[in-house]
């Protein structure tokens, strides 16, 4: 019942991306040696998107919350106020709230903005936010109209395999690609290399 869905779930997705892209490009950066190429500059500008973002996020679990309180529509106010927060999953709705929210706060620190393996740390946190905030949004469905009907997840070893196992060909297909693909491109490069300089 709230428009602020569609801004939420596009800020969302910048935010767990630019995440994800300090997550792989910082280490990516030291092992290839391409401190020249992916600058300080640029980590510290990714690092204040994921700030700008996790604002954006935070506000858009305020306004859920708000608007759930505010319209007084028993199914909202049990879905937002009292299955999330409160309910069987709080765990992860509060794990999901302070890896999105409250972590990246850091990045006000120009500290955290500037020191690699601090920036990983928050990155991988939100990270985990951003797949807590998945699952919480899923288990919302658990509980629906009919009582009769209501159960709790739990995950079964064929679920836990496929998530290690996605994890696995994701890192696979990524190093594979550092490994046998040009990791960055000759034409954005030869644009900023200085007049004159033959790469």
């Known amino acids: 019942h709230t428009t602020i869905f569609p801004p939420y779930f596009v800020a969302g997705a910048i935010?767990?991306?630019?995440?994800?892209v300090v997550t792989l490009a910082v280490p990516a950066r030291a092992y290839f040696g391409l401190e020249g190429l992916i600058t300080d500059r640029h980590l510290e500008n990714m690092n204040k998107v994921i700030l700008l973002t996790s604002c954006m996020v935070g506000y858009a679990y305020g306004v859920e919350?708000?608007?759930?309180?505010?319209?007084?529509n028993p199914n909202e106010m049990f879905l937002f106020l009292g299955n999330r927060p409160f309910g069987p999953y709080a765990a992860a709705y509060w794990t999901m709230v302070t890896?999105?929210?409250?972590?990246?706060?850091?990045?006000?620190?120009?500290?955290?903005?500037?020191?690699?393996?601090?920036?990983v740390i928050i990155a991988l946190a939100v990270n985990l936010g951003m797949w807590m905030e998945r699952f919480v949004i899923m288990m919302s469905?658990?509980?629906d109209f009919l009582p009769s009907i209501w159960g709790s997840f739990v995950p079964?070893?064929?679920d836990i395999v496929?998530?290690?196992?996605?994890?696995?060909?994701?890192?696979?297909?990524?190093?594979?690609?550092?490994?046998?693909?040009?990791?960055?491109?000759?034409?954005?490069?030869?644009?900023?290399?200085?007049?004159?300089?033959?790469?």
Do not use: D
């Open 15 to 20: 935010f767990s991306g630019f995440a994800m």
């Open 65 to 72: 919350l708000f608007m759930a309180w505010y319209s007084q």
């Open 99 to 119: 890896c999105n929210v409250v972590i990246p706060q850091l990045f006000w620190f120009r500290k955290f903005r500037t020191t690699p393996w601090l920036m």
């Open 141 to 143: 469905l658990t509980r």
């Open 156 to 158: 079964t070893p064929i």
């Open 162 to 199: 496929m998530l290690i196992g996605s994890f696995g060909l994701f890192f696979t297909l990524f190093l594979l690609f550092c490994r046998y693909l040009p990791m960055v491109a000759m034409a954005e490069v030869k644009t900023v290399l200085p007049h004159g300089h033959q790469p």
